[in-house]
């Protein structure tokens, strides 16, 4: 059974340009949230989608976007990168309801230049 | 100031000894949640916990929480070098649904032989 699954793992990026990072949730789950993490941080909660919808957001700029499909697989796009981007972005499954265990990915390394 | 509040910030113990770390929250928690991550690398999950006074072990580590102090603690008895690494509490503070986790700085591990 395979974990939570993200690409790409590394990502490098110049100022202004778009990306697309994308995770798989682990099976049986439904919900994926998003989570920025810089370096010596805890990680930072974007937002979360469940049943394709954005469920909650964290305070981020609008300039980050997300998407889940119908097989639960999820894409958070940023636009027009500034250097304070750069990050590991981090994605979370977990199955909604109470008492549920939030599964990790290895994350995506973005580096901004 | 931070929601969850993590100590020490970094320990350094010799291979064998016993080490605690606490995770404060400075609001009602309704679910604790603990993970290990090496440098840059995803999280990986520990325990949950989510009841007052409930405590759960796994191998050499034992998380405990106590909802009226709002603080959950981690103990490693006889540490190894496998135990090096990042240790992150991450709490719900809103619905006990891992819907929306705010985490500590971490806690920076180092075990010497």
């Known amino acids: 059974d395979a974990g939570v699954t993200q690409s790409p793992t590394h990502l490098i990026k110049t100022r202004g340009q778009q990306v697309t990072l994308r995770c798989s949730p682990k099976?049986?789950?439904?919900?994926v949230s998003w989570y920025q993490q810089a370096l010596g941080q805890g990680p930072q909660f974007i937002f979360q989608y469940y049943e394709e919808e954005e469920r909650q957001r964290g305070n981020f700029p609008d300039r980050f976007s997300g998407h889940q499909f119908p097989n639960y697989s999820s894409e958070l796009n940023v636009n027009a990168l500034l250097l304070g981007d750069s990050a590991l972005y981090l994605c979370?499954?977990?199955?909604?309801?109470?008492?549920?265990?939030?599964?990790f990915g290895q994350g995506t390394r973005l580096t901004v230049v | 100031s931070q929601e969850l509040e993590q100590s020490p910030q970094s320990l350094i113990v010799q291979e064998g000894k016993n080490l605690t770390i606490n995770c404060t929250s400075s609001?009602?928690?309704?679910?604790l949640y603990w993970y290990k991550q090496k440098y840059g690398e995803g999280l990986i999950f520990l325990m949950m916990l989510q009841k007052g006074g409930e405590e759960k072990s796994h191998e050499k580590i034992t998380a405990k929480l106590d909802e009226k102090k709002q603080q959950s603690s981690l103990h490693i008895t006889a540490s190894q070098p496998s135990h090096a690494g990042i240790y992150l509490c991450?709490?719900?503070?809103?619905?006990?649904?891992?819907?929306?986790?705010?985490f500590g700085t971490g806690t920076r591990l180092q075990v010497t032989l």
């Open positions: 609001k009602t928690l309704y679910g």
């Open positions: 991450g709490a719900d503070l809103n619905t006990g649904t891992a819907s929306k986790l705010t």
């Open positions: 099976s049986g789950h439904d919900t």
């Open positions: 979370a499954s977990s199955f909604t309801g109470s008492n549920t265990e939030a599964f």
